[in-house]
């Protein structure tokens, strides 16, 4: 169908705070259906692999397809299969302007394979959100 379904918790201020992720394919034949999992979006992640420049050229495309379809909503950059890649060929400066440049909320190196920065990617969104709808 491409895409999955996975929910993140997380105890705030004594406040059970929940994240519903949808992950949707980044490739061309799941176009059409992108807008459908947009609809109540609170929040996005773009995730692009360090393992392939061309998942990084798609990251503008990805990010105007969200904002299209939701509005101004946070969006988080992650950089996936970090475990696959020496530091030194992360690109750090590249993507930090792309990050700056879209306006993202936060840039994380993650693997999704070891796990590494998923976690502090989560509490980012989590927090962010919390703050912004705490008083709704």
Known sequence: MGA?????DEDI?????????WDIAGQREFDFMRPTF???S???????????PESFEHISEWNEDIKTHTGDLP?????????L?????????????IVKELGFLA??????KTGNGVYTAFQAIIQNLYEKYKEA
Request: charged share 25%; aromatic share 14%; glycine share 6%.
């Open 38 to 40: 947009y609809k109540g």
């Open 42 to 52: 609170k929040a996005a992640i773009i995730v692009f692999s360090h393992t392939s």
């Open 107 to 112: 840039y994380f190196k993650t693997s999704a």
């Open 4 to 8: 999955q379904f996975s929910k993140y």
């Open 13 to 21: 201020d004594g406040n059970n705070c929940k994240l519903f992720f």
């Open 75 to 83: 969006i988080v950059l992650l950089g996936n299969k970090t475990d």
């Open 85 to 97: 890649v020496d530091e030194k060929d992360l690109q750090d400066e590249k993507v930090q302007q």
